[in-house]
């Protein structure tokens, strides 16, 4: 079995694969919530959001090993959406 940063990387390369830039889906992702919310949200808010559903979702079960591989996919992108 694959350490959860293994896995991590080889998700991250799927999910670019299948939706393209990472920075500019998340751009994408920050116009609708922006919408949605009345106020402006940036592609960093987005990922550190996600970071944090992700963190509600180990507090409930903290073995969860998706919830662990997405948080360092986030993390990760962090640096590349904030470009």
Do not use: F, N
Request: net charge positive; aromatic share 4%; glycine share 4%.
């Amino acid at each position: 079995m694959s350490t959860p940063l293994e896995e991590a990387r080889r998700v991250l390369s799927q999910r670019r694969a299948t939706y393209g830039d990472p920075a500019a889906s998340m751009a994408m992702v920050a116009a609708r919530w922006s919408v949605t919310l009345g106020h402006r949200v940036t592609p960093a808010e987005v990922m550190l959001c996600m970071i944090d559903l992700k963190l509600a979702r180990l507090a409930h079960d903290p073995t969860h090993r998706d919830s662990i591989v997405d948080i360092i996919g986030y993390a990760a992108l962090l640096p590349e959406v904030t470009r």
